[in-house]
Structure formats: structure tokens, C-alpha cells
């Protein structure tokens, strides 16, 4: 086996993961985050174990066509148009006020929208505020026993750090993955933000309105794109958007 400075391979890895594990076994401690996210450092599952509950998997219906059926006099009338369902995540970023943070393109054209919590109980939706230029939106679960991930729009987030992300891909989950951050202030056409976040954590369809978090079990970003095939890039809407969208909302408690 080959040694790397009188070391064998598997006791350098051995030794990065106690070190990594010293010092980033701190913030979260029985399921519960620290009151700063932006100070401590948290093992991986502490993070998956502490935000997976915030995150949930979101349906809906749209009622209208994908193209325009041309009405031809010798053919008769087009059929109707056929439902088509969507799918995807959101995240619970209020849970007094049952607020969840999602991708707008998901659930723009949608007449219905229903989310499936944590203990599998489904809730019908209602769309509350979008952003077309960060493409946001919010909508109101009124449901009891929400938990709430934590925004963590005081930290800037940096090129190679690492971060997970948590949501429904493919209609299971949820899912974790973890990567990097490779790229900061973006901008990538048709969205009109241009400050959006690029990193390597695997998403694919399903993943729109899901979570990227931070080492701190911080929520930094929504997931709204990918890019490139299935080993692509993850474009992610940053904390201080979600926030700003937040701030133009006015809603009462919907629980005691």
C-alpha cells in the first residue's frame, strides 16, 4: 500500500476524518441547531438530521396544454387539454406563520397545489408571493407540528466550501447529497438573477425548492436549475433573496 509521508493511505483518510470530526461536532446536539448557525461547524448527519424535517415533497396540477392543437375544419376539434402533474420540494423556513420557500417555475402555472409533510400527512397549498426576477415563491401550509429550517442570510457564502443538499428528486426522499460551492453571483439565462449559486451536489428533476445548507446546518439557497446532464451543476437562489422576498410579506400566525 502506498505510504504518503510514512503514512498508508487509509491512516491519512482515518486521520482528516477525526480531524474533521473534532472540530465540527459542536453545533447541533440532539436534533436541536445552535441559536448561531454562523459560528459552529456540524457533522453531516447532524445537518441531514437537523434540516430533513423542514423540507417537503410538493405536487400539483396543471390544467392546460402543452402546445397549441391546431383546429382543422376536415379533422374535427382537438382533444381537450390534458392535466399534466408536477413535482418537486420546498422548504418550511416559518413554521408559525406555515411558511414554505420554493422554486416559482414550479408552481406558477399550477391550479392546485399539495404538499406532503414529514409524517406523510398531505396538505392542500396556497400560493402567497412569488419573485419572477429570483425565482421564488411562497406558499402557506396551515398545518400543525411544521418544523422550520434555519435562513442563514448573514454568512456569504464562499467558493469551495461545502455544502448538502436535502429535497425530493424523483419523487422519493428526502435526499442528501453533498458538495462543493464553485461558483458565487452568477447569472445563467432564462433566470434573471445574478445571484445565484453553482455547486457540484448532485440534484435532478424533482429537486426545484430544495435546500442547500451549509456546514453550519444553515439554509443558504433554494435549489431552482441544473445544468448539463445528470453529473451537471446545481444553480441555487441565495439566502438574502429568500429573505427579501420574506420581508414583503405580511401574514398573522397560523398557530397558536
Known sequence: MRRILGLTKAQTILGFGLLFSAISSVAIRDGKASDDVTSQLATLDQIIERVSPSV??????????????PIVPDGGFPDPPVR??????GVIVDADRCIVVTANHLIENASSISVELKDGHRVEAKRIATSQNDDLAIILVPADGLVEATIDDRYE?????FVVSIGYPLGIGPIATFGMIGAVHQSYAPLESRDLIVTDALIDQGSSGSALVNMRGGLVGINVAHIGRSSGYGLAVSASAIRSLLSQVRLERCRS
Not at 405536487?59 to 402546445?67: S, V
Not at 399534466?84 to 420540494?89: A, E, F, P, T, V
Not at 457564502?157 to 466550501?161: I, S
Request: charged share 20%.
Open 84 to 89: 399534466r402533474q408536477i413535482s418537486g420540494s
Open 157 to 161: 457564502p464562499k467558493v469551495g466550501e
Open 56 to 69: 417537503v415533497a410538493l405536487t400539483g396540477t396543471i390544467d392546460r396544454a402543452f402546445h397549441t392543437q
